[in-house]
C-alpha cells in the first residue's frame, strides 16, 4: 500500500527541540525522547520543506529553577507574561546539551529557529514567546513562502509541540500533529490537557505511517 497522505510542496515538517538535552542522559530528558529521532528522518526525507527549532538560553535564563532561590525545578513561579514552569537548566547555548540528536538528520532542512534566547521571556512555540506577542520570524516565512500545513513533530509534546501546533492554527494554517514521532513530559496531567486543547481547536492527530 502506498502513502495515505500526499505530500505537497505547500507543506512544511516542523521538527521541534530534538535537542540532546531532552532524550535520556539529558537535562531535562523527556522520557522516550530519542525514540522520535527514526520515524522523523524517514518523514523528512519525503517533505520539500523542513523546519528545524532549537531551544537555545543564556545561562542566566528566567526558566531555569536555579536561577531562582529556594526553586526546585517543576514548580511555578508568576511573571508578567504569566505562569512560568521552572526547569532544570538545558539547553544553554553553545553546550552539548543545546545541540541537536546526533542521529538526527538535518540534510533536508531549510530553516532553523532558535527560541528563549531572551534572558526574561521563555518561548516554547516556534512561532511567538510566551507572551503570545513577541514573534520569532517563523511566522513571516511560512507566510512568504506560501506554505499551507504544519505537520508537527518532536519534544516535548506536551509543551513546545503543543504551543507551536496552537500558534500556527490560531494563525490560519492547517495543522497536524504526528503523535508517535512526538515525546510528552507529563506534569500534572499536561498530555491529556495537551488532547483535549487540539481536538477543541481543530488540530489533526495523525501517525508517521501515514506517510510511509
Ligand atoms: C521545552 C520545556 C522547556 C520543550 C523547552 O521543548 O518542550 N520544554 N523548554
Ligand atoms: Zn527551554
Same mark, same amino acid.
Given at each position: 500500500m502506498g502513502p495515505v497522505m500526499k505530500i505537497s510542496d505547500r507543506d512544511v515538517l516542523l521538527v521541534i527541540d530534538v535537542q540532546n538535552d531532552f532524550c535520556? /542522559?539529558?537535562?531535562?530528558?523527556? =522520557?522516550? /525522547?530519542?525514540?522520535?529521532v527514526p520515524a522523523i528522518n524517514r518523514i523528512a526525507k519525503k517533505f520539500a520543506n523542513v523546519v528545524l527549532t532549537q531551544d537555545w538560553h543564556p545561562?542566566?535564563?528566567?526558566? %531555569?529553577? =536555579?536561577?531562582?532561590?529556594?526553586k526546585q525545578p517543576f514548580q511555578t513561579i508568576e511573571l508578567d507574561y504569566g505562569t512560568q514552569v521552572l526547569w532544570p537548566a538545558?539547553?544553554?547555548?553553545? !553546550? =552539548? &546539551?543545546?545541540? %541537536?540528536? /546526533?542521529?538526527?538528520?538535518? !540534510? /533536508?532542512?531549510?530553516m532553523v529557529v532558535r527560541k &528563549? %534566547?531572551?534572558?526574561g521571556i521563555d518561548s516554547y512555540s516556534a512561532l511567538f514567546e510566551n507572551d503570545h506577542r !513577541? =514573534? !520569532?520570524?517563523l511566522l513571516g516565512y511560512l507566510r512568504e513562502r506560501e506554505l499551507k500545513t504544519v505537520f508537527v513533530a518532536g519534544l516535548a509534546l506536551d509543551f513546545c509541540v503543543r504551543f507551536s501546533a496552537e500558534d500556527a492554527r490560531k494563525a490560519g494554517f492547517e495543522v497536524a500533529v504526528i503523535e508517535d514521532a512526538c515525546r510528552g513530559i507529563d506534569l500534572d496531567g499536561s498530555v491529556a490537557a495537551t488532547h483535549r486543547s487540539f481536538e477543541e481547536r481543530g488540530i489533526s492527530v495523525i501517525s508517521f505511517e501515514a506517510f510511509l
Open positions: 535520556s /542522559g539529558g537535562a531535562l530528558a523527556v =522520557p522516550g /525522547g530519542e525514540k522520535v545561562r542566566d535564563h528566567v526558566s %531555569f529553577a =536555579p536561577n531562582h532561590a529556594g538545558h539547553c544553554v547555548q553553545g !553546550t =552539548p &546539551g543545546a545541540e %541537536f540528536h /546526533g542521529d538526527l538528520d538535518l !540534510t /533536508g532542512a531549510s &528563549g %534566547f531572551r534572558r !513577541t =514573534p !520569532t520570524g
